[in-house]
């Protein structure tokens, strides 16, 4: 078992560990539970962690010299799968090293933290004062708020929260294989990555242009023009855009175990797409040119999700797992 998990990619590594518990998919779960898996996966496979599989296989790490940090990390993980499988009467205890585990290098974790730090970006923007002489629409500032709101009244954590009870649901074609292994996922990381991107760099314009303003009590006109519409149309655009992302991982999370279908084609151009969306504005934000008109022009593009196919999808999906089922049970 030990060589097999070090020579084992993290599409087999459920696999191979549910050989030793039985001949059901992912029995491991079963008999560890997610927090070990997490774990495990955490120190075994992931890029961005330990790694020690890899290391080990490659020959990268030897008993002599070995890190502290990742003899530290195998001593947890033996001491809580002996006391996740251990009768002893000090096993709750010991089990509690896993159960607090907070997940460091996990997949949707990461993107989790990514997506809270774009949302961070995003509300510095909520702020900006508009110029002497102007102001916002009530309509747009309604708007802008009732983005926010939607978000901290749970929209993201929500998404997340179910992406981990999927967890059972969802062997290896999912969010929780790392973003090299996952095209899906590299994807969405991406475009998690550029929209914060861009958002920064658009902060930092409004505050240069703002601080020219105050300094000097004017502006030039198209700049002024270009300042009251970032603040006047990204808030709706935004808006729309993290609605429907959220939306499109959900129904992303729900059908993409039918990796052939037709509508996972159409779902894979349309994240794409939103990508260049977001390397574009991001590029434009932070160039010298500060070509704002193209800025807005490219945001514009930010266009809906396949939703309706992937819901027609997705219903169709249930309905043929209930018929299994069904026919299973006769």
């Not at 927090?35 to 992931?46: E, T």
């Not at 330990?50 to 990390?73: F, K, T, W």
């Not at 993409?256 to 977001?278: C, G, I, N, S, Y």
């Amino acid at each position: 078992m030990n060589s097999s998990l070090r020579l084992t990619r993290s599409a087999r590594i459920f696999t191979i560990l549910a050989v030793n518990v039985g001949s059901e998919e992912n029995g491991i779960r079963s008999v560890l539970g997610d927090k070990y898996l997490i774990f495990l996966l955490d120190l075994l496979i992931y890029p961005k962690g330990p790694r020690i599989r890899h290391r080990i296989s490659h020959g990268e790490v030897d008993e002599q010299h070995c890190p502290i940090y990742l003899i530290n990390a195998v001593i947890v993980a033996v001491i809580g799968v002996l006391a996740k499988v251990s009768s002893h009467e000090q096993s709750s205890s010991l089990d509690r090293i896993i159960q607090h585990y907070e997940p460091q290098f996990h997949p949707v974790d990461e993107l989790r933290r990514k997506y809270q730090s774009f949302l961070s970006s995003l509300r510095t923007l909520e702020a900006w004062p508009t110029i002497a002489g102007y102001s916002r629409s009530i309509r747009t500032e309604e708007a802008f708020s009732a983005a926010f709101c939607a978000v901290d009244n749970g929209a993201g954590s929500s998404w997340f929260a179910m992406l981990g009870n999927t967890l059972r649901d969802c062997p290896f074609e999912s969010l929780y294989r790392p973003a090299s292994e996952c095209p899906v996922t590299k994807l969405i990381h991406s475009i998690i990555d550029n929209a914060d991107l861009s958002v920064v760099n658009i902060g930092e314009f409004l505050r240069i242009r703002h601080s020219t303003y105050v300094k000097d009590g004017s502006i030039p006109r198209q700049s002024e023009s270009n300042y009251l519409s970032l603040i006047q149309l990204l808030p709706p655009l935004i808006q729309a855009w993290m609605e429907t992302f959220l939306q499109t991982l959900w129904l992303f999370q729900r059908v993409q175990r039918e990796p052939d279908h037709p509508e996972m084609a159409r779902f894979l151009t349309w994240l794409r797409k939103t990508l260049q969306v977001w390397q574009n504005v991001g590029k434009l934000s932070a160039s010298y040119r500060n070509d704002w008109p193209k800025v807005l022009s490219w945001l514009a593009r930010l266009s809906p999700p396949p939703t309706r196919q992937f819901a027609q999808f997705d219903r169709s999906i249930r309905w043929n797992r209930r018929q299994e089922k069904a026919q299973g049970k006769s």
